[in-house]
């Protein structure tokens, strides 16, 4: 089975653009969440959504923004881009959502974003 | 957010055991406590997740007090190949955010 897919790899943004990176789940699972991780830090979570509907954000203002679709993938959304939003962003995806928070996260392999 | 603290980093050698205890305040009270590896440009990789007391796995032993306010990875017997950055995760009681430790780097020696 395929694992978490996210895309694109690696990309570069300058100051001001709008980035979108999308996710893909693993199939059957309902719940993906984003984060963000700069280098030499832990993932910072953004958001979590499950069966379509937000059911968690992060400190991030509001130039980052989600989605998911029926079909469970997901994207992720951000404005004005600044120089402190390159990071590597991270999707998750899990099988149990609701109102349990964590269960197991299946990660993504990332996509590598650089804004200049 | 709940505040998570792990240490730094921790070197070993191999062959012997490695325990790092992550410090969590204001977790959800009906949530688990998991802890992810992570090697360089990859994504974290699950390893093992408890609610309280004891869990043990293949690879994993996880320490859970009574009180939740911490929990303790334990590797037996690590390998060079364990080198790499440990996180714990847990859940906010309060709003339903996750949060990740900052992460512990451990490095086995030969």
């Known amino acids: 089975d395929a694992g978490v897919t996210q895309s694109p790899t690696h990309l570069i943004k300058t100051r001001g653009q709008h980035v979108t990176l999308r996710c893909s789940p693993i199939?059957?699972?309902?719940?993906v969440s984003w984060y963000q991780q700069v280098l030499g830090q832990g993932p910072q979570f953004i958001f979590q959504?499950?069966?379509?509907?937000?059911?968690g954000r992060g400190n991030f203002p509001d130039r980052f923004s989600a989605r998911q679709f029926p079909n469970y993938s997901s994207e992720l959304n951000v404005n004005a881009l600044l120089l402190g939003d390159s990071a590597l962003y991270l999707c998750?995806?899990?099988?149990?959502?609701?109102?349990?928070?964590?269960?197991?996260?299946?990660f993504g392999e990332g996509s590598r974003l650089t804004v200049l | 957010l709940a505040k998570t603290t792990q240490p730094i980093s921790m070197d070993s050698y191999e062959g012997q055991e490695v325990n790092i205890t992550c410090s969590h305040n204001?977790?959800?009270?009906?949530?688990?406590i998991t802890w992810y590896q992570q090697f360089p440009s990859q994504g974290p990789r699950f390893i093992i997740q408890?609610?309280?007391t004891k869990v043990t796995n293949e690879v994993a032993s996880l320490f859970i007090p009574a009180d939740r306010k911490s929990s303790t990875l334990s590797l037996p017997r690590v390998s060079l190949s364990d080198t790499a950055v440990y996180y714990c995760?847990?859940?906010?009681?309060?709003?339903?955010?996750?949060?990740f430790g900052a992460g512990t780097t451990v490095t086995v020696r030969a």
């Open positions: 998750a995806s899990s099988f149990v959502g609701g109102r349990v928070l964590t269960g197991e996260l299946f």
């Open positions: 199939s059957g699972h309902k719940s």
């Open positions: 959504y499950y069966e379509k509907e937000e059911r």
């Open positions: 204001n977790i959800a009270t009906n949530d688990y």
């Open positions: 408890g609610y309280k």
């Open positions: 995760l847990v859940g906010d009681r309060a709003d339903y955010k996750l949060s």
